[in-house]
């Protein structure tokens, strides 16, 4: 009787292991996120001119603008403003809601890190950016400080460690 093992590595080589699963994920990167926004200048006035990110693109006109912007130098990420509730098939009901939820600030939010907190937090300040909450060591290992977006998006900034 032949007791070679016969066990079946059918399965196996396809699941691979964790570090193959690993090493195939880690070309992944945030390319875009999107934001609602209701005022095409004055998200231009937040993200460029107060954050001083680059335009990337801006398509459209009027109310219906889709902007492009990001940190600059980092094409790699960008962040898209758009009209709130374009999307085919969103009803006036859903609208509605969405129209709510963004006069209270409860809608979109981001988060972006920084190394300079302190600098950000007053030059936003200075900018008149609405303020959430100011620079505060959280209890999870995190610095913070949070502002709305002219849209009323939150949007934190962590301070990154060096």
């Known amino acids: 009787m032949d007791t070679t093992d016969t066990t079946d590595t059918t ?3 396809a699941t691979g292991t964790d570090a193959d699963t690993a090493a195939a994920t880690t070309d992944i990167s945030i390319h875009w996120t999107f934001l609602p926004h209701t005022d095409p200048e004055a ?16 398509v ?7 902007i492009t912007v990001g940190p ?3 094409s790699g990420t960008s962040v898209v403003l758009e009209p709130p509730a374009t999307a085919a098939g969103v009803t006036e009901d859903e609208r509605r809601t969405i129209a709510e939820m963004m006069a209270k600030g409860t809608y979109a939010r981001l988060t972006l890190a920084t190394c300079d907190l302190d600098g950000v937090f007053a030059r936003l300040r200075a900018a008149g950016a609405e303020l959430v909450q100011e620079p505060t060591e959280q209890p999870y290992g995190v610095r913070d400080c ?3 977006d002219p849209a009323g998006n939150l949007i934190r900034f962590n301070e990154q460690r060096r």
Do not use: C
């Open 146 to 148: 949070a502002f709305r």
């Open 72 to 74: 600059a130098g980092r």
């Open 11 to 13: 399965e196996i080589a």
């Open 60 to 66: 459209g006109s009027g109310a219906m603008r889709w």
């Open 43 to 58: 998200s231009l006035a937040f993200y460029r001119d107060a954050l001083g990110f680059e335009v990337r693109s801006d």
